[in-house]
């Protein structure tokens, strides 16, 4: 199974992402590690972070392993691209938006965060609200991480991908 993660910075993708792998025994894809990568070796970032992940993705799922897919996702055109991932390979797919309906404890995940990947500059607050971010145009799990802790979440998502 592909499982597609998406959501505005700071709204728990990774933390979420992390806790599902360690579940399921998934494979982790996470997009801001690839865009990271690319940036240390000089390159300008465009689609190819998305385009290296949907490559490293397809091989995993076609070793039979879950894929679980990290990134903002916040267009209907990559959206598109992990469902094709997953259409070739021959998977299931689940998108699940995760959000943060506390604007204030979002916030302030936003601004108190550390970086785990050497080098990335995370955003600030400013950089979030002002973020370009297509409304979904189909139907996905929808995860409030304002409701409880990563394990909770976790629950509540394998509930949903029952």
């Known amino acids: 199974m592909l499982i597609v993660l998406g959501g505005l910075p700071g709204a728990g993708k990774t ?3 992390r806790a599902l792998a360690r579940r399921l025994g998934a494979v982790h894809v996470r997009i801001d590690t690839i865009e ?3 940036r240390s070796l000089g390159k300008e970032v465009g689609p190819e972070g998305y385009v290296i992940g949907y490559g490293v993705a397809a ?3 076609r070793l039979g392993r879950t894929v679980i897919a990290d990134s903002v996702n916040p267009v209907k055109a990559t959206r598109d691209a992990w ?3 997953a259409a070739r390979a ?3 797919v689940s998108e699940i938006e995760l959000i943060c309906s ?3 404890a979002h916030r302030a995940r936003v601004e108190t965060r550390t970086g785990d990947i050497e080098g990335l500059k995370q955003p600030t607050w400013q950089d979030v609200v002002d973020r370009d971010y297509e409304a ?6 929808v995860i409030d991480t304002a409701t409880g802790s990563a394990e909770q979440i976790v629950d509540e998502l394998l509930r949903n991908l029952a």
């Open 36 to 38: 990271q990568a690319l």
């Open 102 to 104: 506390d604007k204030a």
């Open 59 to 61: 091989d995993n799922l």
């Open 136 to 141: 979904w145009d189909r139907p996905r799990i």
């Open 90 to 92: 021959g998977v299931r």
């Open 15 to 17: 933390t979420i992402a």
């Open 83 to 85: 469902r094709d991932v």
